[in-house]
């Protein structure tokens, strides 16, 4: 059974910091395209950003200079570190495995709010 695991979300002011993790069980963790997407209430999920098996990754606009994607193949862990957080960076945040099929996690709330 697959199972992935979010933690690390929830409130932090306008400037500040979070490391989201997302540990995975169930799959060959090291082949699989691990990402993060996000979803604020009304809109759409959207890509946040990815790491493919070889260590390529891809940001959205939204992201880029700000988050960084990491993989620990030996924890079977994803790693998103956020800085320089925005408001509009609230959002329940998602951990995503891909290969043949998607697995999600259950999300993790981020509030950035003063």
């Known amino acids: 059974q697959v199972q992935l695991v979010e933690s690390g979300g929830g409130l932090v002011q306008p400037g500040g910091s979070l490391r989201l993790s997302c540990a995975a069980s169930?799959?060959?963790?090291?082949?699989?395209?691990m990402g993060w997407y996000r979803q604020a209430p009304g809109k759409q999920r959207d890509l946040v950003a990815a790491m493919a098996s070889n260590g390529s990754t891809n940001y959205a606009d939204s992201a880029k200079g700000r988050f960084t994607i990491t993989r620990d193949n030996a924890k079977n862990t994803v790693y998103l570190q956020m800085n320089s957080l925005k408001p509009e960076d609230t959002a329940v945040y998602y951990c995503?495995?891909?290969?043949?099929?998607?697995?999600w996690g259950q999300g993790t709330q981020v509030t950035v709010s003063s």
């Open positions: 169930g799959i060959i963790f090291s082949i699989y395209a």
């Open positions: 995503d495995a891909r290969r043949k099929q998607d697995y």
